[in-house]
């Protein structure tokens, strides 16, 4: 557990217009924040923490998350793909070419050289908070999502 340094971002997501981005870890899991899209409530993801200088790479992952407006039953999926640590660390140039499909514009995050698949690899962390939460925001908050599909029962 972190505990109180500006050093650190959380991925925090709006329910209000679905976007995420990184915040300063100043709040807390569970503490709301303004979204800095549409200015509503938006809470902090429980999950992995990172630096300022995560915060473009997570703008760009959600960006590409964002504009492919993936079904719910698909989020879920990837999500729950995501969520399997040891994959995403063992093989991460895999799962993304998985990913692709669904969201072709992840493609910068393919590895070029060596050492960058670290950078993939935290990328998948980002994408997993981000798809999570959506996950999350369909179950608690139904009648803000088109066509929920997933019960939590
Ligand atoms: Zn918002």
């Known amino acids: 557990m972190v505990t109180s340094s500006t050093n650190y971002y959380v991925p925090t997501h709006c329910p209000g217009c679905m976007r ?9 899991a569970g503490v ?4 800095k899209n549409c200015g509503g409530l938006a809470r902090v993801v429980p999950g992995e923490v990172y630096r ?9 992952i959600e960006a590409a ?5 993936l079904p719910l039953a698909e989020t879920f999926h990837i999500a729950t793909e995501l969520a399997n640590v040891l994959e995403r660390t063992r093989s991460p140039n895999m799962l993304l070419r998985r990913l692709l499909l669904p969201v072709p514009g992840l493609r910068f995050l393919k ?7 670290e950078l993939l690899v935290r990328g998948m962390g980002m994408l997993l ?25």
């Open 20 to 28: 995420a981005f990184l915040t300063p870890d100043r709040a807390g």
């Open 32 to 35: 709301s924040v303004s979204c």
């Open 52 to 60: 300022a200088e995560d915060a473009v790479l997570f703008a760009k």
């Open 65 to 69: 998350f964002d504009s492919v407006d």
């Open 111 to 117: 590895p070029t050289h060596p050492g960058e698949e």
């Open 129 to 153: 908070a981000i798809a999570a939460a959506r996950v999350q925001q369909a179950v608690e908050w139904p009648q803000l999502t088109p066509s929920p599909g997933i019960s939590d029962d």
